[in-house]
């Protein structure tokens, strides 16, 4: 059974840096087509895709955001961490990490997700 | 921002039968797979379909998928209380090289 979580502040200032940890089991990202992927949905809004890492370190991102992203994996650890940075009020969002099944290109299961304001 | 294009809203009375059709390009569904998920109010997005018209272990065959040229649908029969949700559809995106997601469609059961 694969579960994933979210970790990471609840309230961020604007300009500074939010990192995010997702950790999970079930699964390893050493394994072949095995992926993390990073999905935010804003208050009342749709959802937003934000990054990608594969197994073999393959990085994927938003077009519009690439320039304040960064993914990476400890795969010792079961964990992948999110990096935005200059973070703005509208980034305020729930923010949710998933399996991603690289043979089935889908997201088959996913974190509660964790909720993130941006406010001074 | 969304590049795949959902209606915003569907309604029908328990037991009756709604579709949710997702519009995208021949950059997304015209070349990938289409996934469907279900977030049910408060709660997480769920995988419904996969691979277009593939539904998980557990998922019950009254929610099925279909895929068209650049344009999918996802159905819904003997519609219940507990359907009532947020369905969205998702592709990955060759010219973005990303993800991209649907609009978002609710479901309302009258």
């Known amino acids: 059974q694969i579960t994933l979580k979210e970790s990471g502040p609840t309230l961020v200032k604007p300009t500074q840096t939010l990192t995010l940890t997702c950790t999970f089991s079930?699964?390893?990202?050493?394994?072949?087509?095995?992926?993390v992927g990073w999905i935010r949905q804003p208050p009342g809004k749709a959802l937003e895709w934000l990054a990608l890492?594969?197994?073999?370190?393959?990085?994927r991102y938003s077009p519009s955001l690439k320039s304040r992203l960064s993914i990476v994996k400890d795969t010792s650890r079961n964990q992948v961490v999110l990096r935005m940075t200059n973070i703005d009020p509208v980034d305020t969002a729930t923010y949710y990490c998933a399996h991603r099944d690289g043979d089935r290109l889908t997201y088959d299961s996913w974190g509660q997700g964790t909720p993130v304001t941006v406010s001074s | 921002q969304s590049v795949l294009t959902q209606p915003p809203s569907v309604s029908a009375a328990p037991g009756q039968k709604v579709t949710i059709s997702c519009s995208g390009s021949?950059?997304?569904?015209?070349?990938?797979?289409v996934s469907w998920y279900q977030q049910l109010p408060g709660t997480a997005p769920k995988l419904l379909i996969y691979e277009n018209d593939k539904r998980p272990s557990g998922i019950p065959d009254r929610f099925s998928g279909s895929k068209s040229g650049t344009s999918a649908t996802l159905g819904i029969t003997g519609l219940q209380t507990g359907d009532e949700a947020d369905y969205y559809c998702g592709s990955w995106d060759r010219s973005l090289n990303a993800e991209v997601f649907g609009t978002g469609t609710r479901v309302t059961v009258l």
């Open positions: 021949s950059s997304n569904i015209g070349y990938y797979y």
């Open positions: 079930g699964f390893s990202l050493s394994t072949n087509a095995m992926g």
């Open positions: 890492i594969y197994w073999d370190d393959d990085k």
